[in-house]
């Protein structure tokens, strides 16, 4: 078969200035409401009672000497490996002893659980309100005719979702309606925000999901502190230790020699 | 750090410095940060960013050293009125200007029960907490201060600060281990903190001076933070006076060698006569390099403290090694 | 492990392995953005304009690495296959393509 039949279609350049152009403006603006729609809605993190602190800064601590024990003498480790898996396993740093072994109570009906749902429920909401509005509102003003041809061929599985209110079945799937601009600039605008609120912006899904991570992090309400502890514990106990001192001195004179 | 400017923390600025930031503060003082726009416009027009309050904080420091408290107040106000009353730094804050201005112990000690009060309503703030162990120092009650930090680290056991401070106390009594100690809990949080290192070094290295286990760990530390920082001149200066002492004792030690006694076993074997030797030769040349920069007002070189750059000179001095 | 011992003995800063990252991110996504601009003005359609990007993007990589990393990559890079030469590219082609669509449709409108 010879080259396919080029189809051309002549459009009025209004169609820039009357769709591209607001798509694009009310996407980007719709990217720094919502940063700082996000920086409102954070909730100061809640004050926590003394015993909470300890019991958080302690498995903290934990963590640290597994991570850094190499910077400590081998006595200084094994003492301190010792006293921490012992404490751990007794559950010397617990919040409430009491609680100890009991099961954790439903996290639905637990405030504290509920609250860190809620932080994530918010950052959702603020990624998919705007969403649906924008989508509603394209597809309420500019659908039923292609605005744009892409620089390059898609399957025609596409066809489907770029043309969406286009009737002509034959009709090549470059050219494409207002919606598929839309997703465009969803995805293509991040260097965008990243130059106009600095890089750690909470504008766009990526970082957005992360922000909204760190809730299910290793100090979750869900999770029973005992239970981290124990764990911790074992971590400890299997850790494979090495003094980075050891032969420092070899080194440096190596390193300057 | 004579470039320092209103945005580094605060704690390592030498007085001069100190002084010439605190006469930044008409300027600052003469702008406000927030707008005085009603609401919407206030919005737009604000020039408020994060940084503008962290100069705020390290100036209100700085001129409260300088003594110039009228600023000091001043500054104090802007932070209250942006950040309530309650918010805890603010608390903390206006705690040292208190301090700063309480001239007798009698009123460093109304000062005290004002924190007493502060952390009996609230005892989860741990800024004030801090602010009360200075306040203690300041009354030269160090034992007291020391069960404070303690009990201040038994409820946050990584802060920083706490761990660095109480190693301080604890060297000034002498009591070298529970300092030691307190530094290798620095350390576990910053294990790449090469000033942390060769304060443990330090401390080591006093402790007890002519052991060979402890100097050679002495040793390894200074080794360990010139390892992550190559141009310190304290770890330089520490490494040459540890592997002086280490030299004697190592060179009549095939006697130490033999009856090894399990304390030492524990710090890994002491390190080789001829690898000391080499350390030697090394600082002393590095310190000679650094004196001589310094001296010839290289630029780069410019950043060092002065105090610390003729400790180093006088030690090569006393050395009579200076090759120039 | 000995990798693990070597991170250890000469740990990274990350608050510097961060500004770098960061700073080859811009330069990605701005010089993304021109080559879209310049492949939608050209005219340049399906794999013309990807190979156009992935040349203009090594040619980015090699200023990136004579330039800003004075020829010395591992100083600056943890990996610099990865963290360099590869960095960011994927994260470019949108808004290559996002600006390359424009300027074609405009173009060619």
């Known amino acids: 078969m010879a080259q396919p039949i080029v189809q051309t279609i002549h459009r009025d350049p209004a169609l820039f200035w009357w769709i591209l152009l607001p798509i694009t403006v009310v996407m980007v603006l719709t990217g720094i409401l919502r940063h700082y729609a996000m920086i409102l809605l954070q909730t100061a993190p809640k004050k926590q009672t003394l015993p909470q602190i300890r019991q958080q800064r302690s498995l903290v601590r934990g963590i640290n000497l597994r991570t850094n024990a190499r910077v400590l003498p081998p006595a200084s480790f094994q003492a301190r490996k010792a006293f921490m898996v012992s404490a751990y396993q007794e559950g010397k740093f617990l919040a409430d002893p009491e609680a100890r072994g009991k099961p954790r109570p439903n996290p639905m009906s637990d405030p504290a659980a509920m609250e860190g749902m809620m932080g994530m429920m918010k950052g959702n909401m603020a990624m998919m309100v705007p969403q649906t509005l924008i989508m509603g509102w394209i597809n309420a003003f500019f659908s039923g005719f292609v605005i744009m041809k892409l620089p390059f061929p898609l399957t025609p599985q596409f066809k489907s979702m770029l043309q969406s209110g286009v009737g002509t079945r034959d009709l090549d799937v470059r050219w494409v309606s207002s919606l598929s601009w839309y997703f465009l600039t969803l995805f293509g605008l991040q260097p965008v925000y990243n130059f106009i609120l600095g890089s750690n912006n909470s504008a766009t899904q990526s970082t957005q999901q992360m922000a909204a991570n760190p809730g299910a992090g290793m100090m979750g309400p869900e999770q029973d502190p005992d239970k981290l502890f124990l764990s911790e514990a074992e971590n400890l106990e299997v850790l494979e230790y090495r003094w980075v001192l050891e032969g420092v001195e070899d080194r440096l004179v190596a390193k300057f020699a | ?324 | 492990m000995n990798e693990e011992r070597e991170l250890a003995i000469n740990p990274i800063v990350l608050t510097s392995m961060q500004h770098n990252t960061q700073v080859v991110s811009n330069i990605r996504s701005l010089t993304a953005s021109l080559f879209g601009v310049a492949a939608g003005t050209l005219g340049m359609e399906s794999y013309t304009g990807f190979v156009f990007y992935l040349i203009g993007t090594l040619i980015v990589s090699g200023l990136i690495f004579s330039f800003r990393a004075e020829g010395k990559a591992s100083e600056y890079f943890h990996r610099p296959l990865g963290d360099l030469w590869g960095g960011d590219v994927v994260s470019g082609l949108s808004s290559f393509v996002l600006t390359w669509t424009l300027f074609y449709g405009l173009v060619r409108a």
Request: hydrophobic fraction near 40%; charge should be neutral; charged fraction near 25%.
């Open chain 2, 1 to 324: 750090m004579s470039h320092a400017n209103l945005l580094a923390p605060p704690s390592s600025i030498p007085p001069p410095t100190a002084l010439s930031l605190s006469q930044k503060a008409p300027l600052i003082l003469s702008s406000s940060p927030t707008s005085s726009l009603p609401w919407p416009l206030s919005l737009l027009f604000s020039r408020e960013s994060p940084e503008s309050w962290t100069i705020h904080e390290n100036l209100l420091l700085s001129s409260l050293r300088t003594g110039d408290d009228k600023a000091a107040r001043q500054i104090l106000d802007r932070l209250t009125t942006r950040f309530g009353a309650a918010n805890e730094r603010v608390v903390a804050l206006r705690g040292i200007y208190e301090e700063a201005l309480a001239t007798t112990p009698a009123e460093l000690e109304k000062v005290f029960q004002g924190y007493e009060k502060i952390l009996r309503e609230d005892p989860t703030n741990l800024a004030v907490r801090k602010r009360r162990v200075a306040v203690l120092k300041s009354l030269g009650r160090p034992a007291d201060a020391i069960t404070a930090l303690t009990v201040l680290l038994e409820h946050s056991p990584t802060d920083l600060e706490a761990w660095a401070e109480l190693g301080e106390l604890y060297a000034a009594q002498g009591l070298w281990s529970q300092a030691i100690f307190c530094l290798e809990e620095v350390l576990l949080v910053l294990p790449n903190a090469w000033s942390a290192h060769a304060q443990l070094a330090t401390l080591y290295y006093l402790s007890t001076p002519s052991s060979l286990s402890t100097l050679s760990l002495s040793l390894r530390y200074f080794c360990r933070s010139i390892e992550l920082n190559d141009s310190y001149l304290r770890g330089y200066y520490g490494l040459k006076l540890a592997s002086q002492k280490l030299i004697p004792l190592l060179s009549d030690s095939t006697s130490v060698k033999r009856n090894n006694n399990p304390e030492e076993e524990e710090a890994g074997p002491p390190p080789k006569l001829a690898t000391v030797k080499k350390l030697e030769e090394l600082a002393t040349s590095k310190l000679a390099e650094i004196v001589r920069q310094y001296g010839a007002g290289n630029k780069g070189w410019a950043g060092l403290d002065e105090a610390e750059v003729i400790a180093a000179r006088a030690l090569l001095d006393r050395d009579g090694k200076m090759e120039r």
